[in-house]
């Protein structure tokens, strides 16, 4: 499984890289936000816990995923930006349970 940057730029306002990706996986499974996570991380040098995936597109009939994911610089600016359900996908944040 190997990952490729096509496109990154860096959104000073809003104090993130925004990057376009595309993975490509042969015989395995599509790849979790956890493991696209984990690529991104090993390719940027960066937090994986800084890493927010927005989406993943698995294109038809091939073994590759197009995505589009935002690293911040702290963890404290992905609260501030984000809405809670991407805080919540990406495990930044953890829905709290009634009673």
């Known amino acids: 499984m190997n ?3 096509d496109e990154s730029n860096e959104n000073k306002m809003l104090k993130r890289k925004e990057i376009r990706y595309h993975v490509e996986f042969e015989n395995s499974q599509t ?27 698995q ?12 690293v911040y610089k702290t963890k404290e600016d992905a609260m501030l930006y984000e809405p809670d359900y991407e805080l ?7 829905k709290e349970e009634k009673q």
């Open 59 to 70: 294109l038809t009939g091939l073994h590759r995923i197009e995505g589009y994911a935002k």
């Open 31 to 57: 790849p979790t936000r956890d493991v696209v996570k984990e690529l991104i991380s090993r390719n940027t040098n960066t937090n994986k816990d800084l890493i927010i995936v927005d989406y993943n597109k």
């Open 88 to 94: 919540f996908r990406n495990k930044l944040k953890v």
């Open 3 to 5: 990952i490729k940057i």
